[in-house]
């Protein structure tokens, strides 16, 4: 797993993650590919799975370069597309938990 | 955006898929066999179904889907399109349109209709004879013989199951107390508080990209889902590629749910109807192989009722993998699922809707390829941009008229401005060129907004005469004939007020020549023609008007019986003598009717008279040429636009009025010797070698009671739509300009000879010359009298 001891860089997800999001979003996490990241989706109001699709697939690569990704705060709504979505806490780790 | 909203642009969008509709399955009546048509065609009824489905319209969604069903078994080529099958289908396109409208007007479509129909098209999906039309109406309300025609029949035993008292299911779940309050959006409905005590279902979802692409997002259909019982989701994300190799716009994950409800299989296969064709489903009564869960990694089951929602970070977060590993267990524990569901009948349905007899959906394979190409290259297409080539957007009609409005008083007061500088030229002659350069330009960029806000009202005439495809169906069904209608120029564009005006009309015309302008098919055949009929509909623009032709290749209008109608009705007397065009135009005439029985579908007490008058009121003409044996056309000419028209300003007797451009030949000033004496009280004016009727407008309109000289006057040499000129005679022309039309129906009433009004540029009022009025008034003073007292 990542470095705790350094500052991650953060990722602050768009109030709206439908489809029109979700290339920016994959976008911006290729480009932060080999730093440790955590994902501030706080201000998240609506979220579709290609977005978590995407985060899952970060998650992984990440794993594989030994980085770590983590979920800083999410909203209740992307809490809640997460739990509709079958996504645990141990797919995606969130801050207090990875 | 509120839901009405939405469902306004679902019912805007329904009219155009309608159109679309329309348009492939009467290419396919043809002939056209090119498959990307039927598909054209299945895509448009699954699209209606599709929104239908996210409004509850039941009863269009119950239609559709069966339509949809047959049309698949057409696109498979399990059924051959021939005569009998279209005919179905075109009438099915009619009552999808009629349950459309009703959805959105509220009102009702004989269940009957929709009903036998329905039968009809299951019979044909099934490869059955068409049951006979009479012996349906017991069907009823369209939805209930709509609903998917086999599969109901096979699932029916897992129905009942749940009806009755559902066996305990001991798989560990929790009942929890279900709150909506907490969703934002849910729809605060049936509270499945019992789903503890219904059956266990395992859903396997495998979205494809084209899902997403169409807007439709797991979680949405997982949160419907989540409405029918509890659920615990299991998330398979093994296809996932590392980050970088990913499409983020493909599909990768995949979800196996167990979901414990009252509800039955249909109600689970409904949660993802409007997504069927962009995702494998699998719905099978009872528990997930408890094996396959427990090695899988990547699947860990999350459960999930709607209570969750809105008490999120609180429990999830601090403990996210405890509670899943938590959850993991019931799961798999009771893995040999005690489902005490009827597992047979029910195992049959649940591969999805393929397995039964012959012409069920059979969705996966075709619709794919249909409903979203994207699937095939998810990486290399982008997504909705690939279904949407021309971009354009959708306005309120309402902002295009006020935007119209404006401008024709930006135009006003252009007219305005350009009057008072002229009358004010010597004060500002200093540097009078510079602003009447000014004036000019700002002349010519009017000119040019005016242009193109016309433009965007204007429409092609297209619906409407797909409409009227309809029209002459029914008509000829209901007359016993077989026509066939051709149309011609369909992208013939013209303002959209105009074109909202025109079906009513046209439709009473079509009946019209269906009815009454083609004979019966043994009376065709008899006279050495074709036994079906022809109605040929064409739009066409000339000379700055449209015109629209309805032609017929019927028997042409029998002269001698309307001549004889006329007489009978003391419209003419014995006398009379009569040219063709004349006996032809007296069908227009209030209250004449031919027809010696009033058929069902142009005898509604309503006459040609009728037609005659909303083609007026649109600034239009009308009229007959009819050729003996042959058939006849009836051709209309209207404005393109009811909004600005180019017209040469004169006076008559000290009043000013327009005389619209398009219809003036050219003007003159008569000689002395030009003018000659005819009768006791016409005048003609030999113009080049002819010799044309001189109409005093002033004396027509009865502005003076003597007529004015013509040597003091100009001459307005016009064409009217009926042929033959006519030299209209005014006091002097004032100048040429483009006036913005006003109404006088809506802001006064119909005058006879007005056409309408406009505001010139010093404020007044000028009235608008209807030039043909004028030139029919001219040509028999006694019936101008009689046409402008009686109006």
């Excluded at chain 2, 039309?133 to 749940?162: I, L, Q, T």
């Excluded at chain 2, 002097?732 to 913005?740: E, L, P």
């Amino acid at each position: 797993m990542g470095d705790e001891s350094e500052a991650p860089s953060i990722l602050k997800l768009p109030d709206n993650l439908d489809l029109n999001a979700v290339s920016a979003m994959h976008t911006e996490l290729v480009g932060l590919k080999g730093q440790d990241v955590e994902i501030d989706a706080a201000d998240v109001r609506k979220s579709g799975a290609q977005c978590v699709q995407v985060l899952l697939a970060a998650k992984k690569t990440w794993d594989a370069d030994g980085k770590s990704l983590v979920i800083g705060s999410m909203s209740e709504a992307f809490g809640n597309t997460l739990k509709l979505l079958g996504i645990s806490g141990e797919v995606l780790p969130t801050k207090e938990t990875a | 955006m509120d839901m009405n909203e939405i469902k306004e642009i679902f019912f805007q969008e329904c009219e155009e898929q309608l159109t679309e509709l329309e348009t492939g399955l009467l290419a396919m009546n043809d002939g056209d066999d090119d498959p990307e048509t039927v598909n054209a065609v299945f895509r448009a009824v699954h699209s209606i179904k599709g929104g239908a489905g996210a409004f509850g319209l039941d009863d269009l969604v119950a239609f559709a889907h069966v339509f949809e069903t047959t049309l698949d078994c057409v696109r498979s080529n399990k059924l051959e399109p021939d005569e009998t099958v279209m005919k179905v289908m075109l009438k099915s396109a009619d009552v999808l349109a009629d349950l459309t409208a009703a959805a959105r007007d509220g009102g009702t479509v004989d269940p009957a209709r929709s009903s036998t129909l329905a039968k009809d098209l299951e019979a044909l999906a099934n490869g059955q004879p068409l049951p006979d039309g009479d012996a349906a109406p017991e069907a009823a309300a369209p939805a209930a013989p709509a609903a998917p025609a086999e599969p109901v029949a096979e699932a029916a035993p897992a129905a009942e199951a749940s009806e009755g008292p559902a066996p305990t299911d001991d798989s560990g779940f929790q009942p929890v107390p279900f709150s909506f309050d907490d969703m934002d959006e849910a729809p605060a409905e049936e509270a499945p508080e019992a789903a503890a005590d219904g059956k266990v279902y395992t859903v396997e979802f495998k979205p494809n990209a084209g899902l997403y692409a169409k807007g439709n997002d797991t979680a949405l259909l997982f949160r419907d889902l989540a409405q029918l019982g509890q659920m615990e989701v299991r998330c398979n994300s093994e296809a996932l590629p590392d980050l970088e190799g990913m499409d983020p716009e493909d599909s990768y994950l995949t979800w196996s749910i167990t979901l414990t409800t009252e509800s039955d299989e249909d109600a689970i296969r409904q949660v993802f109807e409007f997504a069927e064709w962009d995702c494998k489903l699998e719905v099978t009564a009872g528990k997930p192989d408890a094996d396959e869960n427990a090695e899988e990694a990547p699947m860990v089951p999350v459960p999930f009722d709607l209570s969750m929602l809105g008490e999120p970070e609180k429990e999830e977060a601090p403990a996210p993998a405890a509670e899943a590993k938590e959850v993991a267990a019931p799961a798999t524990a009771p893995a040999p699922a005690p489902a005490p569901v009827p597992a047979a009948p029910v195992a049959e349905v649940a591969p999805t809707p393929a397995p039964t007899p012959a012409p069920t959906p059979a969705p996966e394979p075709a619709p794919a390829k249909a409903a979203s190409p994207i699937i095939k290259e998810p990486a290399k297409k982008p997504k909705v941009s690939a279904v949407a080539p021309a971009q354009q957007i959708r306005v309120d009609l309402e902002r295009v008229d006020r935007l119209i409005n404006l401008v024709g008083e930006l135009v006003i007061n252009q007219a305005m401005l350009a009057q008072s500088v002229g009358e004010n030229e010597e004060t500002v002659s200093g540097q009078g060129n510079n602003i009447n350069l000014g004036l000019d330009e700002l002349n010519q960029l009017t000119r040019e907004i005016q242009d193109s806000v016309m433009a965007i009202r204007a429409q092609p005439v297209k619906p409407v005469f797909q409409r009227m495809s309809r029209i002459v169906r029914e008509s000829a069904d209901m007359v016993g004939k077989n026509v066939r209608l051709v149309t011609e120029g369909e992208n013939t564009e013209v303002d959209k007020t105009v074109i909202d005006k025109l079906a009513e009309p046209l439709t009473h015309m079509i009946r019209n020549s269906v009815d009454h302008g083609l004979e019966s098919a043994e009376g065709r055949m008899a006279a050495g023609k074709d036994p079906q009929g022809m109605v040929k509909l064409s739009a066409k623009h000339r000379s700055g008007r449209i015109v629209i032709e309805i032609e017929d290749d019927g028997a042409g209008i029998n002269r001698d019986r309307v001549k004889q109608k006329a007489l009978d009705n003391g419209l003419i007397t014995p006398e009379s003598n009569l040219s063709d065009e004349e006996i032809d135009n007296l069908i227009f005439h209030p209250g004449f009717s031919t027809a010696e029985e009033l058929s069902d579908i142009s005898g509604r007490g309503v006459g040609m008279d009728v037609v005659k008058k909303s083609i007026q009121s649109l600034g239009g003409r009308i009229s007959i040429q009819s050729n003996p044996g042959k058939g006849s056309i009836f051709s209309m000419s209207l404005p393109l636009t009811l909004a600005v028209l180019d017209g040469m300003v004169v006076s008559v007797a000290d009043q000013t009025l327009v005389v619209p451009l398009t219809a003036i030949v050219e003007t003159l000033q008569p000689e002395k010797s030009d003018i000659h004496g005819f009768g006791a009280k016409q005048r003609l004016i030999a113009i080049r070698e002819t010799f044309c009727p001189l109409v005093d407008v002033g004396e027509i309109l009865k502005f003076r009671d003597e007529p004015a000289d013509p040597i003091e006057g100009v001459a307005l040499l016009v064409e009217s739509e009926g042929g033959g000129q006519r030299a209209l005679m005014v006091d002097a022309i004032q100048g040429q300009r483009q006036v913005v039309i006003k109404s006088l129906e809506s802001n006064y009433s119909n005058v006879p000879g007005i056409a309408a009004a406009t505001i010139l540029g010093d404020g007044r009022v000028a009235l608008i010359l209807d030039v043909d009025m004028i030139v029919s008034a001219s040509k028999g003073q006694g019936l101008a009298l009689e046409e402008m007292m009686s109006a």
